[in-house]
Nanobody, 121 residues
């Protein structure tokens, strides 16, 4: 069983910062890549940022220059540093990981339970 658990969400004023964390735990061999997605009320879930196993990163245009994705392989943890937050960043943020479970021939896709980020004055 593989689990992803997010933390770090909350209420912040416009222009403020938050750092989200996602920890992968369970019985797995390795993590291929991980990413952050978000879903605002009434909207589809969208990709925010991804970090590949080689360390390459990719961002949605709406967050480029404001958000930074990073990972700590030793801790099986991924981070999302969010700066200059805007009200339109308000959403539930989900951690996603393509992880290779022990005993499986192929990696599987896993999701965390989500953490709420609210940007409001």
């Amino acid at each position: 069983q593989v689990q992803l658990v997010e933390s770090g969400g909350g209420l912040v004023q416009p222009g403020g910062s938050l750092r989200l964390s996602c920890v992968a735990s369970g019985n797995f061999l390795y993590i291929n890549d991980m990413g952050w997605y978000r879903q605002a009320p009434g909207k589809q879930r969208e990709l925010v940022a991804v970090i590949l196993s080689g360390g390459n990163t990719n961002y949605a245009d709406s967050v480029k220059g404001r958000f930074t994705i990073s990972g700590d392989n030793a801790k099986n943890t991924m981070y999302l540093q969010m700066n200059s937050l805007k009200p339109e960043d308000t959403a539930v943020y989900y951690c996603n990981g393509r992880i290779h479970p022990r005993g499986s021939l192929l990696p599987s896709n896993y999701w965390g339970q989500g953490t709420q980020v609210t940007v409001s004055s």
